[in-house]
């Protein structure tokens, strides 16, 4: 009896080293480079994990298992798993023009003004940089604001948000197989991390004004207004000048593979699309501060990228001095009705000198009325300063991403360099009146550390955003309409809106007023749009409407939102492959696969 249960136990051995081995893989690119976010599945199962930030991966497969291996710019490549559970994978990229413009380097000889690092690091591998350090990193807190009665609250105003940085954390996040912290998550720059169709402007202003209402998806009693600037697009070549000063942290935290290195290659693309006319400075900073290349024409494109290329990391981080020397090579060099603006490239971790939030504000908002703007690229993870990096480029009227791969980098100073360098509408506001007649409650879903008071409205004073050339802003509201169904505890009994309101604006479901100013002037300009309470059904919708939607959901679900309903991974899934379109890029199939991936978190 004993000698049957030893076989038994010994065949149950043998079959599970047969048909459940660890197989451990790395990813790497054509030049050796780590690959991280490759989605790993066991073809014909629901088996899947993704590569870290060294190109790392463990899945559960047995011999003669197929893995399939993908990610957006890279050729889809399929490997079968033999008897070692040992597997190393070359992936080759699909956007050729990638390959030229990362440029390999000038050589490594160290130049003078150049910071070297003199500190000696322990090698760690991957699991500590992620998670021992995590804690470290740093959010605004996000309070979801609720609905409002248009009776007590008519009005609703807000600075418009171009950034798209908390889109991008997010997905570094999620492909690192974690769900993001809940402040990570701020929906309107999800929404507006993609491209939508709307309508160029037709007149001298410098963005149209677009709408939909319909149905809403996470609430069948609800509705969904969608409301959408689109910039003005803009023929670079006849661009005014840029004078720029790229700001880079090269202290001892940017040392990882996908901060300094990763920025290396980023700001090659950027210094790609510079015109002669336009030039370029980088100041560094780590213990202290320095000028590695003075204001260069960016036609000498081989100087400037050497510079770039012989940076070296080590030291502390000295970012408010840096940022004092940045202003005065912009200042230096400034040029009359041109595009002055600093680019700064950090982890955010500035942790010597005048480093508060209010120091750092004051001395920005100095410059930025001035006429020098700053924009902000964040890298790496586990010291990452989003709350800090926020605040640098909301006071320095400039856009602010968050860099966690090349081809991001892409994204942001490639595919849209109109918008990321040229403002066409600066303090750009919105104040939305609803009118009660169709209106019982109203939230906007995001942009909650966007809202501004109902006076600042017309306070030329007050900062808000700026809109790039050919850059688009999308805001949803859920509203709750007099019909429905939902009944409020908070429902008034005497409170009622004078008849007259009915007879005047009986086709109106509200008022969207927009304030901007010219990028060189200080006087506000407003424009005025009429939304008409004309509902369409869901599936009538465009596909920027149904996608935006998605994108909102798959937020709330993050968050974890009051107001998620019925909602699910699923149905977010389910609308956003519907309303793919076109998709060139990839954006939106990339964006399906992480909804899928938090599904299985």
């Known amino acids: 009896m004993k000698e049957i249960n030893l076989i038994v136990v010994f065949c149950l051995l043998i079959s599970n080293s047969i048909f459940a ?32 930030f060294e190109g790392r991966f463990s899945i559960e497969a047995a011999s003669g298992d197929v893995l399939i291996m993908s990610l957006i710019g890279y050729a889809t490549k399929k490997s079968k798993v033999g008897k070692s559970n040992r597997l190393h994978v070359i992936l080759i990229a699909s956007y050729a023009v990638l390959e030229e413009h990362i440029i390999v380097g000038y050589g490594s000889q160290i130049k003078k003004g150049e910071i070297e690092s003199k500190q000696v690091y322990d090698i760690m591998d991957n699991k500590s940089i992620i998670y021992e ?110 004078n720029l000063v790229f700001l880079i942290d090269v202290s001892g935290s940017m040392r990882s593979a996908n901060k300094l290195p990763l920025l290396k290659k980023a700001y090659t693309l950027l210094v790609n699309q510079l015109r002669a006319k336009d030039k370029v400075a980088i100041v560094v900073y780590a213990g202290s501060s320095g000028i590695v290349l003075p204001s260069t024409s960016g036609d000498k494109k081989k100087e400037i990228l050497k510079a770039i290329d012989n940076l070296k990391s080590g030291g502390g981080t000295a970012g408010t001095q840096g940022l004092e020397l940045a202003y005065k090579v912009a200042e230096d060099n400034f040029i009359k009705g041109g595009n002055n603006r600093i680019i700064l490239a950090t982890d955010g971790d500035f ?107 017309q306070n030329d004073k007050k900062d808000a955003g700026e809109l790039g050339a050919g850059h688009n802003v999308t805001a949803l509201y859920e509203i ?79 968050r974890n939102s009051d107001y998620i309903g019925n909602l699910s991974y699923q149905q977010v899934e389910k609308t956003a492959k519907a309303a793919k379109g076109k998709d060139e890029n990839g954006y939106r199939a990339e964006f399906i696969r992480l909804v899928e991936l938090a599904s299985l978190l």
């Open 21 to 52: 081995n660890n197989i451990k893989g790395m990813i790497n690119d054509e030049k050796g480079d780590p690959i991280p976010g490759v989605s790993i599945i066991v073809e014909g199962t629901s088996k899947k994990t993704v590569s870290d």
């Open 133 to 242: 350090n995590e804690n470290s990193e740093t959010y605004a807190e996000i309070e979801e604001k609720g609905f409002k009665n248009p009776l007590q609250t008519p009005l609703s105003t807000f600075s418009i948000d171009v950034d798209a940085a908390s889109y991008s954390n997010v997905r570094r996040f999620l492909n690192d197989g974690q769900m993001p912290p809940k402040d990570a998550v701020r929906i309107e720059e999800m929404i507006n991390y993609f491209d939508y169709s709307y309508k160029q402007p037709e007149n001298i202003e410098p963005f149209s004004i677009n709408y939909e209402l319909s149905s809403c998806p996470w609430n069948s009693e609800s509705q969904l207004l969608h409301i959408g600037l689109q910039g003005k697009k803009l023929d670079f070549k006849k661009a005014p000048a840029s």
């Open 351 to 457: 942790n010597m000198g005048q480093s508060s939030d209010a120091a750092l504000e004051k001395l920005i908002v100095s410059k930025r009325d001035k006429g020098i703007f700053i924009s902000v690229t964040g890298f790496g993870i586990g010291n990452y300063r989003d709350s800090k990096m926020e605040i640098i480029a909301d006071k320095g009227n400039g856009n602010y991403a968050y860099i966690d791969n090349i081809l991001e980098a892409k994204k942001v100073f490639i595919n849209e360099f109109g918008g990321t360098l040229f403002t066409i509408a600066k303090d750009v506001k919105i104040q939305i009146e609803f009118n009660p007649n169709f209106v019982k409650r109203y939230r906007l879903v995001g942009y909650e550390n966007r809202l501004l008071y109902d006076e600042d409205f």
């Open 480 to 558: 709750i309409s007099v019909d429905s169904k939902i009944k409020l505890d908070t429902d008034l009994k005497y409170q009622i809106s004078k008849e007259k309101s009915i007879d005047n604006f009986k086709n109106e479901l509200a008022t969207v007023k927009i304030r901007y100013k010219n990028p060189n002037k200080n006087k506000s300009k407003l424009l005025v749009k009429i939304i008409k309470n004309k509902k369409i059904s869901f599936d009538k919708t465009s596909i920027d409407f149904q996608f935006s939607s998605a994108v909102a959901g798959f937020g709330m679900l993050l």
